[in-house]
């Protein structure tokens, strides 16, 4: 299901060590970019590996690359008013591929009334502005925690 | 060995001189004050990086000042390009609006020319600013919800029903499908009876600055360019009152630059405007003053105010001696502001409303043209009507209570701000000179100098606000634990479904032989480079091809656009 990609033999006792894995995403077509790249450099420096998917992916794309990346956490951020549409296609997408060991966590321009929605899907923090940046990286610190607790329960 | 820009920079330079009374204040008076209180002073910096003195005197200024800051409505323009300024008449209020459908956009024009409002100003939704119509599989999600959705000519005839294009002069905030966009309005002044002599209006259309800053285009950047000119051409040509352009800094601040770097990078571009339309076989003085700018006005008062008009006197000087334009109008830098949309905070949303006016104040004390002020609802979503009237409001009273549209740029001569004034300059022509060793601003763009520049500010910004060296009342200090949430406009997805529906029904009730023959028509002028394509484009519009089948035409020539790797 996870197409072999814990199969590198000794790799899971590795997990709490290796940097945890991240992937900034705006996954609709929207430019406004300053966000994602104070995230890049802060998640950077707080010693995370940082992958960019580059603006405009489509949500299949944002999956593929998390999928090819071996991430621990696909971070999620939209400024467009999109969030409801595109962060859900992002979910199904990772469902319909069977992946559950990937966090999602969001963020953006997101209305109080849509966070519960969000949540039930399975997306965590949904942050708005003004939030402090070490607030956003402990809580991408502790789901990649428990996604690499259950990984390594699961091998 | 030095170019021009290097050259200009070291005038200014040598043109200052040194206060020796300042020096002895300071050791007799400052000095031991500050000893005796305890006081330990530090340095204190401006948006820019540019250290800022605890006082300025006379010695600041440069030793021509008094030609170097001039007389309003004359050369180099510091105080103004008109020369009684808002005695004359007020600044154009002009609120950016847009959203869900071209009806609901249509009734928020008409409510806001009812309180007053003296221009219109456009905003549209993602899929519209890429060039995908609203039922295309990318548009899902966002029709509408970032401004108004335009599929066809029929959306646009619905935006103006009821408004006079020939009374009123709108702005249109569409970049990547500029030349759609314009040639839809073109068309619909057309089949109101309108000439097109007497449309007046303004598209962004700067494409440069979406590469460096806004982040919304179709093609590659050549392609886009090639669509400037062609509008720059028709326009000069068939549409006097048009502004073909707007050289936009705002996106370039709010992707996080600082004020130098806002008004380095739009100048910038603005000069290889100039440079296309002069390649295009144009006479300068033909086309420059319908050049015009859009600048952001953030929260440093003083500096904001120096911005602009330090960008007047730059454009000035560099079009008289760099450009050779002979006419006053082409060296006349005139503008639009907005207030910052970044300075706007979801916390204590009322907040907003001083910040708002404090910016709004500054684009009127740097001479402004037109103004578009952020309601305080912003950081939430787009705003209400009751927030958008607080926003105009604000104009108002500046315009009409506090007298300060009674004198003509009431704060020149101050030693600080004209000091402040020629650093920025400076600054300026130092980006300049670094963008030209680059190979031009092209280059700088494709490389991706420009928007690392931006994203390594953006950064450092954020990193003080985190380490509260920069206050954000409301946000990191005067914190409140319990935000209680306001009004918001909300936008569903009945405004989605509305849209294709009403697109399903154009494109039944057009001529389909007309629809692609026109395509055909466009496709075949594309090819060829000295082709002006506004007259092809004009016709696919007239016959109701959508906006995307449009776009099409030119994905398919041009191809896409990948941005270069900035992290």
Redesign the interface.
Known sequence: MLGGRYSVSGRSQKYTEAPIKVLLAKP???????GI??L???FRDAGMD?I?A???P?PEEVVDTAINEDVDVIALSLL???H???FR?VMEILKKRGVQDIAVVGGG?I??EDKPALEKMGITGNF???T???VIIDHIKTRAREIRKMRENEY | MDNFWDIKAKEIMQSFSEDKNYEKWKEAVLNPWNKKTGYKDKTRENSSSMPVKELYTAGDLPRDAAERIGYPGEYPFTRGIYPNMYRGRNWTMRMFSGFGTPDDTNKRLKYLIENGETGLSIAFDMPTLYGYDCDSKRAEGEVGKCGVNVSSLHDMERIFDGIDLSKVSTSMTINAPAAILTAMYFVLAEKKGIPLEKISGTVQADILKEYIAQKEWMYPPEAHLRLIRDMLVYSTEHVPKWNYISVSGYHIREAGSSAVQELAFTLADGFYYIEMGINAGLDVDDFAPRTSFFFNSSINFFEEIAKFRAARRIWATVLKEKYNAKNPKSMALKFHTQTSGYTLTWQQPLNNIVRTTIEAMAAVLGGTQSLHTNSYDEAWALPTDDAVKVALRTQQILAEETGITDVIDPLGGSYYLERLTCEMEIEAYKYFSEIEKMGGILNAVKSGYLQKEIADTSYKKQLKIEREEDIIVGVNKYVDRDEKPINTLKITDVAEKGQISSLENVKKNRDESKVSRSLEELHKAMEDDRVNLMPYIMECVRNYCTLEEISNVGREIFGEWKEPKIY
Do not use: S
């Open positions: 609709a077509i929207d430019g406004h970019d300053r790249f104070v890049a450099k802060a940082v960019y580059g603006l405009l489509t467009n008013g999109a409801m549409t595109a296609n321009i209305p109080d708005g502005p003004g402090p940046l070490n």
